[in-house]
């Protein structure tokens, strides 16, 4: 039973580039949260997708989009690259259900320096 | 940014010793959660509290809902070495909220 998986592990973009993440959830989740993690910092709530839709949506810039597919799979995309986007994103994937059980499944993280 | 205040920012313990640590916030959760993060991985659920002075353990880990629902406690108790990592506290009141984490350092 796969857990979540995101790709890339590791990228490097320069200011003003866009970059698209992506993230499949585990077995039998049906939705998707993303998060920022500055070094030495906690995730920081992006957004969260259930139904092809973002439900929830934390306190990012326009710049942050994303899109889940009917597989339940999602990317996170980040226009016009700022240093400061320079991060670890983590996908979490859940069951909707279970939305208020804190029960995140977490995948390794997609390391993005922007330079 | 971050609302939650979590305590302390790092220790550093002697294997078989107690560790604690808590969290702290200015607004009401209805449910506080326990993660914790290994390097080069995303954070593990370690406990979930789901009502106000509700206390749980999981093994040698016991955590507690605070009874005004802005604070939670992490204990671990005769820690090992493999307790090493970074403690995130987090509340959840729609989305969810973690705190800076605890970065624990176990010797030998």
């Known amino acids: 039973d796969a857990g979540v998986t995101q790709s890339p592990t590791h990228l490097i973009k320069t200011r003003g580039q866009q970059v698209t993440l992506r993230c499949s959830p585990k077995?039998?989740?049906?939705?998707v949260s993303w998060y920022q993690q500055a070094l030495g910092q906690g995730p920081q709530f992006i957004f969260q997708y259930y139904e092809e839709e973002e439900r929830q949506r934390g306190n990012f810039p326009d710049r942050f989009s994303g899109h889940q597919f009917p597989n339940y799979s999602s990317e996170l995309n980040v226009n016009a690259l700022l240093l400061g986007d320079s991060a670890l994103y983590l996908c979490a994937s859940s069951l909707f259900a279970g939305r208020n059980t804190g029960e995140l499944f977490f995948g390794e993280g997609s390391r993005l320096t922007v330079l | 940014g971050q609302q939650l205040n979590q305590s302390p920012q790092s220790m550093f313990i002697q294997e078989g010793e107690d560790v604690s640590m808590n969290c702290t916030s200015s607004s009401i959760f209805n449910t506080w959660l326990w993660y914790k993060q290994d390097p080069g991985e995303g954070p593990v659920l370690l406990i979930a509290?789901?009502?106000?002075?509700e206390l749980t353990s999981n093994g040698r880990l016991t955590a507690q809902f605070g009874t005004t629902r802005k604070d939670s406690f992490l204990n671990i108790s005769a820690s090992i070495p493999s307790d090493v990592g970074i403690y995130f506290c987090a509340g959840q009141e729609g989305d969810m909220r973690f705190g800076a984490g605890t970065r624990l350092t176990v010797k030998p």
């Open positions: 077995s039998g989740h049906d939705t």
């Open positions: 509290l789901y009502k106000a002075g």
